[in-house]
């Protein structure tokens, strides 16, 4: 069975670096019943103030406005600063609790004390540590923020209904984002609302260090009877959106998942990219028409898939490109 206070020594210690000692509390007999049947309560000491800790007994639902209720009667009867302790809160109730500013902790996960200037959250910090890049769902999240800058209300719902995606991607997605900093998740009834609080320039600019090139593969075909190339990427596209020739043969991009599906209804066979009936197909990790309404893909995109190359009129077709954005 697990043993809530000594996980709460353990986390102080951990993620602080301050060791506590617990003492039950001899005063308890004071609070009501419905108090003591919900709660146990310790005594410690945190950075030199004395902090009664309110560990919650067995698993019943409480609501962040209930559990308030609770510490402000508790707080009354004890004059002593109080805190929460439970060993799992939804992250939904856990915003709730610093909404209304209720000391708590979670081992493992979350240390809110306002009244001592702390808020440490252990999920964000190691999210935040190994996120060097978007995963291709957040990738497409953010793209489809940029496409539609104006819309106000960007849910999960609204999001999976756009993107196809389930609700549990479209909050690991919410979570990427907000944890980088880039927009903030806020709620509105029961959804999560995600908020920009910065142009689309500078959206763009902070997202831009996580985006990845979308090709995953590159590979060339005999092309010329495959009517489902409609898509122009790499330098074909470029050249629609810049000053930049047209190259000798054409590219194209899908997804990878209509790559699957028409490689396995028909008969495409490989060849070198220097035989003259060579067309060059990127795969994406997304579907590139998402974002389009026209035979090329979307400009952002295609600025991710060619910034790393060194060719300085391709590089000045990029800036010719991003220079025509209406930001």
Not at 228 to 234: F, H, I, P, Q, T
Not at 253 to 278: C, G, N, T
Not at 293 to 298: A, H, I, K, P, Y
Request: glycine share 2%; aromatic share 10%.
């Amino acid at each position: 069975m697990r043993n809530l206070t000594r996980d709460f020594q353990k986390y102080m210690r951990d993620a602080l670096g301050l060791e506590l000692d617990l003492a039950l509390w001899k005063d308890s007999k004071r609070l009501p019943h419905f108090l003591t049947d919900q709660y146990s309560f310790h005594l410690t000491t945190i950075l030199e103030l004395p902090v009664l800790v309110m560990e919650a007994k067995g698993d019943l639902a409480r609501t962040p406005a209930l559990i308030r209720k609770h510490l402000l009667r508790v707080m009354e009867l004890s004059n002593f600063e109080v805190l929460f302790l439970d060993g799992q809160v939804t992250a939904y109730n856990r915003k709730r609790l610093v909404e209304q500013k209720i000391p708590f902790v979670i081992p493992g996960n979350q240390i809110y004390l306002p009244m001592l200037a702390i808020d440490f959250r252990e999920y964000y910090r190691k999210l935040k540590n190994v996120i060097s890049q978007f995963s291709p769902s957040t990738q497409t999240v953010i793209l489809y923020i940029l496409h539609n800058f104006d819309v106000q209300s960007l849910t999960p719902t609204k999001l999976a209904e756009k993107l196809d995606y389930s609700p549990m991607t479209l909050t690991r997605v919410f979570d990427e984002i907000e944890t980088l900093e880039i927009a903030t998740a806020i709620h509105q009834g029961r959804e999560r609302l995600l908020q920009i609080n910065s142009s689309k320039k500078e959206f763009w600019n902070n997202a831009m260090p996580y985006l990845c090139n979308p090709v995953k593969k590159r590979m060339w075909i005999h092309a010329k009877n495959f009517r489902w190339l409609k898509l122009r990427s790499g330098l074909s596209a470029l050249a629609e959106y810049s000053m930049l020739n047209q190259p000798a043969k054409e590219v194209f991009a899908l997804s990878m998942k209509e790559w699957r599906f028409h490689r396995q209804h028909e008969e495409i066979v490989e060849i070198p990219p220097q035989d003259p009936e060579a067309t060059e197909i990127e795969i994406w990790s997304y579907a590139p028409e998402i974002f389009t309404s026209n035979s090329v893909v979307d400009p952002f995109s295609l600025f991710l898939s060619l910034q790393d190359e060194s060719d300085e009129r391709v590089q000045q077709a990029i800036t010719e490109m991003m220079e025509k954005i209406q930001w």
